[in-house]
């Protein structure tokens, strides 16, 4: 049995009173901060067709967020978003979702997502709606969801968006609000990164490690810079140095006499 409550804007943390038209009343399950907790709220949001390399890279940069006062928020969406909450609750991260409907389980949006948004709850995070809690998904109300998400952040980190996509709403909305847009790059060859590449050029802050998130969060990070590990050597931690030295490489397709010669390994170890 849910238990949904009403909350009006006394309630709200502070930053959601800023933007415009702020919602007169939310509808939640779990629990919010209290509005002057010291902690800071990231908004992680990407393509719902997101590639291994995006899904890596949410994963790494979350996991990389663990044991600090952040709240990872996102939209329950399919793809990043989904993998942002999961990792969250993974890294013992609070994660709060604000889905395009009603937040009642039988009109969940997704569908497919209802038995998770029961572990976000469990995990102590919140579902937040401003609709009605029986309301259903209508693509009106997704620009208007991503208002609220962009209004609740401290920082807005983009991983993998097309040039044209709900993602790219929030994140233009996080720019209209003062608030801090992050965004991964990407290849220029992959259609999931041409939305954060353009973020880029246009002005938001590229991220390579979890340290860069925590920098633009207020943190000071200059102990932990000269430690600092970027994306790859996070993904391939555990990998020897003759792996490291073939991973590299293989950042494009080689055949394996390539690896071989690039690489200047004895052929056995190659394979």
């Known amino acids: ?87 969250a609750i993974e890294n013992n991260l609070m994660t709060i979702a604000f889905p395009g409907s009603g937040i009642a389980r039988k009109n969940l949006y997704p569908a497919t997502n209802a038995n998770f948004a029961e572990t976000i709850i469990n995990s102590g995070g919140a579902l937040v709606s401003e609709y009605e809690p029986e309301a259903k998904s209508e693509n009106h109300m997704f620009p208007r969801r991503n208002r609220l998400m962009a209004g609740i952040a401290d920082a807005v980190l983009v991983i993998e968006a097309e040039e044209k996509s709900g993602t790219a709403i929030t994140a233009r909305l996080a720019t209209d609000y003062n608030r801090t847009l992050l965004a991964v790059p990407g290849s220029i060859f992959s259609a999931t990164s041409q939305g954060t590449n353009r973020l880029i050029k246009m002005g938001a802050t590229p991220i390579n490690s979890s340290v860069d998130i925590l920098e633009a969060l207020g943190y000071d990070m200059s102990e932990e810079k000269n430690n600092n590990k970027t994306l790859f050597e996070e993904l391939y931690i555990d990998a020897s140095d003759e792996e490291k030295i073939l991973l590299e490489l293989l950042r494009e397709p080689m055949s394996r006499d390539e690896l071989i010669y690039e690489s200047e390994l004895p052929a056995h170890k190659v394979s």
């Not at 890596?56 to 989904?82: F, H, M, N, W």
């Open 1 to 87: 049995m849910q238990t949904i409550r009403k909350i009006k804007p006394d309630s709200y943390p502070p930053q959601l009173l800023e933007i415009p038209e702020p919602p007169k009343l939310l509808y939640i399950e779990g629990a919010l901060p209290e509005a002057n907790a010291d902690v800071k709220y990231l908004v992680v949001v990407g393509s719902r067709k997101y590639t291994s390399y995006g899904k890596q890279a949410c994963e790494k940069l979350i996991e990389g967020l663990r044991g600090y006062p952040i709240i990872i928020v996102s939209g329950l969406a399919l793809g990043i978003d989904t993998i942002a909450h999961k990792t």
